[in-house]
């Protein structure tokens, strides 16, 4: 797998920002995520886009993070808070999400950030399963969905 920066509006992460936002409107018939995100957000230093593309040039898993301050949404300092993870459906159990899960969390310690942390839902329990084997505990819940009972939130220390 070879994992490659590139810009939140590069096409293939629009492209596979497009796939994952189906997928959660397929799970929770809301739409997609509603969280504002904008290109801005991922970039150095204050972030990062990563996409992993396979052999043949495809893109084939995606995952990002931006920095997040003590706010009214419940972040602390030092936070980087990680948005986008996916793998399209053909390359799911080969472990790229768990590869992209550690460039990502490298990323943001090199960048100085404390702390990674997510939100998820309780209809992704593969994600939820990656993270809880990966070291991430629950934690307060941030961010948009933090007020909805399928939310779930985690932490770790980086």
């Keep these: 797998m070879n994992i490659q920066r590139v810009p939140f509006d590069h096409p293939d992460a629009v492209r596979l920002n497009d796939q ?3 997928e959660y409107h397929l799970r ?16 150095p230093p204050k972030g990062v886009y990563l996409i992993a593309y396979d052999e043949d040039g495809r893109a084939v898993a995606t995952g990002g993070w931006r920095s997040q301050d003590a706010n009214g949404e419940g972040h602390e300092d030092g936070d980087a808070e990680l948005k986008r993870m996916f793998v399209i459906d053909a390359m799911r159990g080969r472990g790229l999400a768990r590869r992209m899960l550690a460039a990502l969390e490298d990323d943001a310690r090199a960048a100085g950030r404390v702390r990674m942390v997510l939100e998820t839902g309780t209809k ?7 993270y809880a ?10 961010g948009y969905y933090r007020e909805y009972e399928s939310s779930r939130c985690y932490a770790k220390p980086l």
């Design 133 to 142: 084997s990966s070291g991430y505990e629950p934690c307060v819940k941030f």
């Design 28 to 43: 929770y018939g809301d739409g997609g995520d509603a969280t504002a995100l904008d290109a801005a957000h991922f970039e």
């Design 20 to 22: 994952v936002q189906a």
């Design 124 to 130: 992704q329990p593969e994600a939820i399963a990656l």
